[in-house]
């Protein structure tokens, strides 16, 4: 294709938009609602999922030691369960500081009753143990079950099987919430596209009679729906910048929570809604022209 041509389609792709520029506005506010809505999935998704990670790292097992074993013993033990798959900290716990814990957890009321321990120190050396991923919980206690000098583990399985399901169940949500709303901003351009492509009826069964092929007279509007998608897309991220800032701050003075800076995802999600817009714009037009140069791009009646 020449390079006049390209300009000329290109150019024809610019031009729909701004004279159809009020159905281009309705589209735009359209999907500009689908787009903050995914966005609004996709922020809460994140956040929860960040918030749910945190409680994973808090739900650690304690393995415990063979009384038998010196501290430095066990300290080469937790190397090795540190070192192993899934595992993503191990910290050694002293006898000594294993009893500073527990008079921690009595308080300073009852704290003296285990001072007499202090000479003879009946805990054993344990250590504290962290998962990168809940799914595999139950094969990676398994495997530190099996580590000489391990004597038993005290793990909280429930809450782990707990916090994984609803993680999935989030993510699997918002994955859904998502591609609905995709589907439907894909029908939404579609038939502004429609409309577009109806008002030019006699101008395409012209350009047909002449010779023109249906790439030539389908880039125009993929053009347009891209265009279209791409400006809805920036405008989205920067409304959801907005909704997200004003959001977050109430969450954080009313509860106390740390929410994910809209900057750690700002960029992604401003290239992530223009790609978006531009393919919902190219496959949207696509079903558009498909059909109508499928059913009635052909009759040439139309220019008698």
């Known amino acids: 294709m020449k390079l006049s041509s390209i300009r ?3 150019g024809e792709g610019f031009k729909n938009v701004w004279v159809h520029r009020f159905m281009s506005l309705a589209s735009v506010g359209v999907l500009l609602a689908c787009m903050v809505m995914m966005g609004v999935a996709i922020l809460l998704s994140v956040n ?30 937790t190397t090795t369960i540190a070192d192993m798959d899934n595992v993503k900290d191990a910290v050694f716990i002293s006898k000594a500081e294993g009893l500073e814990r527990q008079k921690e957890v009595l308080g300073s009321d009852y704290a003296a009753l285990l001072d007499y321990l202090e000479d003879d120190n009946p805990l054993p050396n344990a250590a504290q143990v962290t998962f990168e991923d809940l799914e595999q919980f139950d094969s990676t206690v398994l495997a530190i079950e099996k580590v000489q000098g391990v004597t038993h583990i005290n793990e909280q399985r429930d809450i782990a099987a707990k916090l994984n399901s609803i993680r999935s169940m989030i993510n699997n949500a918002g994955f859904w919430i998502v591609a609905l709303l995709f589907v439907i901003s894909v029908a939404i351009v579609a038939n502004t596209i429609r409309i577009t492509m109806f008002s030019r009826k006699r101008e395409i069964n012209i350009m047909k009679a002449v010779g023109a092929t249906d790439s030539f007279i389908r880039v ?19 409304l959801l910048y907005f909704i997200y800032k004003a959001s977050t701050a109430s969450i954080e003075k009313s509860f106390g929570m740390t929410v994910v800076p809209f900057s750690d995802f700002a960029i992604k999600m401003l290239l992530g809604f223009m790609l978006m817009g531009a393919v919902t714009g190219v496959i949207a037009s696509l079903i558009s022209m498909s059909k109508y140069l499928r059913h009635e791009g052909s009759e040439f009646n139309a220019i008698t």
């Open 220 to 238: 125009p509007f993929m053009i347009e729906g891209m265009l279209l998608g791409i400006i809805s897309g920036a405008i989205s991220t920067g």
């Open 8 to 10: 000329y389609l290109i």
């Open 48 to 77: 929860v999922d960040t918030a749910l990670g945190s409680l994973q790292d808090q739900n650690a097992i304690v393995v415990f030691y063979s009384d038998e074993m010196t501290d430095e013993q066990a300290q080469i033990v």
